[in-house]
Nanobody, 123 residues
Framework: VQLQASGGGLVQTGASLTLSCTDSRRTFSNNAVGWFRQAPGKEREFVATISWRGDNTRYTEIVKGRFTISRDRAKNTVHLQMNKLQPEDTAVYYC?????????????????WGQGTQVTVSS
């Protein structure tokens, strides 16, 4: 598994962005995938995760109703659709994959990490 995150950028409050996480080795179709983020001076935190089939998802409370995680197994890609962005969403966003198919909201449960993509929301 070799992950690459993309889609970050600078947007205004209330805007939308879609992040993508691609496995260049096309091997993570059977792995649970998660998105995490880290703001300056803060610890990395869980954002969302999706099961290997894409039929089960989980979100941290503060993004529920605004963010949607999805996956296209045929394209080996996981997306994070982010709507109604707020300045507190500003962070580097990382995608990660587990070795197995079970979802987790704990970063230590993820073995593979992408390089991160910066999301900045201006007020």
């Amino acid at each position: 598994v070799q992950l690459q995150a993309s889609g970050g950028g600078l947007v205004q409050t209330g805007a939308s962005l879609t992040l993508s996480c691609t496995d260049s080795r096309r091997t993570f179709s059977n792995n649970a995938v998660g998105w995490f983020r880290q703001a300056p001076g803060k610890e990395r935190e869980f954002v969302a995760t999706i099961s290997w089939r894409g039929d089960n998802t989980r979100y941290t409370e503060i993004v529920k109703g605004r963010f949607t995680i999805s996956r296209d197994r045929a394209k080996n890609t996981v997306h994070l659709q982010m709507n109604k962005l707020q300045p507190e969403d500003t962070a580097v966003y990382y995608c990660a994959a587990r070795r197995g198919s079970w979802m987790s909201n704990k970063s230590q449960d993820y073995a593979y990490w992408g390089q991160g993509t910066q999301v900045t929301v201006s007020s």
